[in-house]
């Protein structure tokens, strides 16, 4: 087993930086039409290395991103789970996100919750954040269940500026948690 440099680790997961070698797993779960249905669409495996790209550039320049996150008994990786910056066309932003994108095997199993209140406790104690923020569109009420359990607070819902022409997921919720 290939021991992996974590950042910081939970309960029962581990959070890093993203390897060249976590393409085809990353690749696999942005494929999964499941996964994906509160996004416009799928990703494919070279968007999905855009997207690795610039979460690596992120960590670099910041110390965080949506990190990749491994189980730590499997060391399987199961997806992200992090803080990204947000610069959309938006009345609270530039701003600083929370979100989670987990494979379909990893649901159900807290992961989501465990692991985000371990990203804000790193938000906020470490990188010494103010606020964090998290948004889903109105239809995604998993994520929304996940926001409460860690304690955030519904802010307003908004149309997103990047989701105009889509009517479904359009509609968003925008949740906050500022430093206690």
């Given at each position: 087993m290939i021991m992996k440099n974590y950042l910081f680790k939970s309960a029962r997961l581990?959070?890093?930086?993203?390897?060249?070698?976590?393409?085809?797993?990353?690749?696999?779960?942005?494929?999964?039409?499941?996964?994906?249905?509160f996004f416009p669409s799928t990703r494919n495996l070279q968007e999905t290395w855009v997207f690795i790209e610039r979460m690596q550039k992120q960590f670099d320049k910041k110390g965080y991103c949506y990190f990749a996150v491994d189980i730590l008994e499997t060391n399987e990786l199961i997806?992200?789970?992090?803080?990204?910056?947000?610069?959309?066309?938006?009345?609270?932003?530039?701003?600083?996100?929370?979100?989670?994108?987990?494979?379909?095997?990893?649901w159900n199993n807290g992961y989501a919750t465990e692991?985000?209140?371990?990203?804000?406790?790193f938000g906020f104690e470490t990188l010494q954040l103010d606020k964090i923020y998290s948004i889903a569109p109105v239809v995604n009420t998993k994520s929304q269940q996940v926001m409460k359990k860690i304690g955030m607070r519904q802010v307003k819902t908004f149309d997103h500026p990047q989701l105009l022409d889509n009517d479904r997921l359009r509609k968003c919720l925008l949740y906050e948690l500022k430093k206690m």
């Amino acid at each position: 087993m290939i021991m992996k440099n974590y950042l910081f680790k939970s309960a029962r997961l581990g959070f890093r930086n993203w390897l060249s070698s976590d393409l085809e797993a990353l690749a696999a779960i942005n494929a999964d039409k499941e996964v994906m249905k509160f996004f416009p669409s799928t990703r494919n495996l070279q968007e999905t290395w855009v997207f690795i790209e610039r979460m690596q550039k992120q960590f670099d320049k910041k110390g965080y991103c949506y990190f990749a996150v491994d189980i730590l008994e499997t060391n399987e990786l199961i997806g992200f789970i992090g803080l990204s910056e947000q610069n959309y066309d938006a009345d609270f932003t530039p701003c600083i996100d929370i979100g989670w994108r987990l494979a379909k095997a990893a649901w159900n199993n807290g992961y989501a919750t465990e692991g985000a209140r371990r990203c804000l406790e790193f938000g906020f104690e470490t990188l010494q954040l103010d606020k964090i923020y998290s948004i889903a569109p109105v239809v995604n009420t998993k994520s929304q269940q996940v926001m409460k359990k860690i304690g955030m607070r519904q802010v307003k819902t908004f149309d997103h500026p990047q989701l105009l022409d889509n009517d479904r997921l359009r509609k968003c919720l925008l949740y906050e948690l500022k430093k206690m």
